[in-house]
């Protein structure tokens, strides 16, 4: 039997949250919550190496959200507003975020299964060093998205945009990038294992072809 053409889609699955949820106003530095409605979140918000499981973050406004270190299962992070959302080192499984303005979303080093980004404007998104599978992005308009070093595996972009796309030592298997429309992509020798439409790659020769060592002139 012949092998299917085109890169494995990403496996999501909306997050898993119970039917009553309690309300919270606040999360600390290595808070644990399980099954709570956080709202209302402002300024700054230090919830550093915490846990959070089965819960929604609803409509936080804030200068600065640091998750560092921090475990997400089955959230739903829903019409953030934030200029600096810190997740590095985080574990994400089943992770949703909808809507709202972030200007950095910083993801490095973090490990990410399940995660959906959908109609969120984003200034810059870094995944440098992340290692991430099953991870859609969708609706979303970027300014600059990071991949140095990521690890990426079933990622797709739909309907999405971003000026400009760094892949500096990416390794990619499954990456489907042709619902993204970029300005730029830079390091074109490090898309192997992406999967780009013929708009895209002829976009692309002239890149394409120095990084094979051919002199293009006019």
Known sequence: ???????????????????????????????????????????????AHARLTECTVDGASVSRLDLTGATLT???????????????????????????????????????????????????????????????????????????LATLSRVAFVDSRADEVATDGLRAEHVDLRGLDALALTSPESLRGATLSERQVESLAVPLARALGIDVQD
């Open 74 to 148: 089955d959230v739903d992070v829903i019409d953030l507003r934030a200029t600096e959302f810190i997740a590095r080192n985080g574990r994400w499984r089943t992770v949703r975020v909808t809507g709202g303005r972030i200007g950095t979303l910083d993801l490095s080093s973090a490990e990410l299964t399940g995660v959906a980004l959908r109609g969120v404007r984003i200034d810059y998104l870094s995944l440098r060093g992340a290692n991430a599978s099953d991870v859609i992005v969708a609706d979303c308009s970027i300014g600059t998205v990071d991949l140095p």
């Open 1 to 47: 039997m012949p092998r299917p053409r085109g890169p494995l889609p990403p496996r999501i699955s909306p997050p898993d949250l119970p039917r009553t949820l309690e309300s919270v106003s606040g999360v600390g530095r290595r808070a644990d919550l399980e099954g709570a409605r956080i709202r209302d979140l402002t300024d700054e918000v230090d919830a």
